[in-house]
């Protein structure tokens, strides 16, 4: 399998459209109910862009498999060290270990920004994530019952965190 990690660009956004919606439609690791617009995926896009925060992608043989990025957790000046990531690998490439390099990539970017959290949201149920997300030291720091409402049933979410080291 041949690989590149890279920024990714807004002639990625179709493939990240895609990835996206997949998951706002079919799970509930993001808590949307409508699938996105491409309008909408650029927009989120060029807000990154702006505010400097990384999105990548992780290309096998020429197709855009998966990306990685983050963004503020709250908007508190105090929280400016704190970034919370999403991490989506394309249903076609899963099990093959592409999440775990753009997760890594994205700790080693957030690193060089000087930053000194990264936080994970988690649906409770999806605990492939939780354990993925122990592979690189985060741990449990918090539960909130029933905090979203999605496909007919109230949703716990789960909030591990990564100590930066700095």
Same mark, same amino acid.
């Given at each position: 399998m041949k690989y590149i990690i890279r920024k990714a660009t807004e002639k990625d956004l179709e493939a990240i459209l895609e990835i996206v919606n997949y998951n706002i439609l079919n799970t509930t690791s993001i808590y949307d109910y409508e699938p996105r617009t491409l309008a909408q995926q650029k927009a989120i896009f060029d807000d990154k862009v702006k505010a400097n925060l990384p999105i990548i992608v992780i290309e096998v043989d020429g197709e855009v498999a998966g990306f990685g990025t983050?963004? =503020?957790f709250r908007f508190k000046e105090g929280y400016k060290f704190t970034? &919370?990531?999403s991490v989506y690998v394309s249903i076609n490439h899963q099990g093959k270990g592409l999440g775990k390099l753009l997760l890594a990539e994205?700790? &080693?970017l957030a690193k060089k920004q000087k930053l000194h =959290?990264?936080? $994970? !949201?988690?649906? $409770? &149920?999806?605990?492939?994530?939780v354990e993925f997300h122990k592979? +690189?030291?985060f741990e449990t720091v918090g539960l909130i019952k029933e905090s979203a409402y999605k496909f007919d049933k109230w949703l716990d979410t !789960? +909030?591990?965190q990564l100590i930066l080291e700095n």
């Amino acid at each position: 399998m041949k690989y590149i990690i890279r920024k990714a660009t807004e002639k990625d956004l179709e493939a990240i459209l895609e990835i996206v919606n997949y998951n706002i439609l079919n799970t509930t690791s993001i808590y949307d109910y409508e699938p996105r617009t491409l309008a909408q995926q650029k927009a989120i896009f060029d807000d990154k862009v702006k505010a400097n925060l990384p999105i990548i992608v992780i290309e096998v043989d020429g197709e855009v498999a998966g990306f990685g990025t983050y963004g =503020t957790f709250r908007f508190k000046e105090g929280y400016k060290f704190t970034v &919370e990531h999403s991490v989506y690998v394309s249903i076609n490439h899963q099990g093959k270990g592409l999440g775990k390099l753009l997760l890594a990539e994205m700790i &080693e970017l957030a690193k060089k920004q000087k930053l000194h =959290t990264m936080i $994970a !949201v988690i649906d $409770a &149920e999806n605990q492939k994530s939780v354990e993925f997300h122990k592979q +690189f030291g985060f741990e449990t720091v918090g539960l909130i019952k029933e905090s979203a409402y999605k496909f007919d049933k109230w949703l716990d979410t !789960v +909030f591990m965190q990564l100590i930066l080291e700095n």
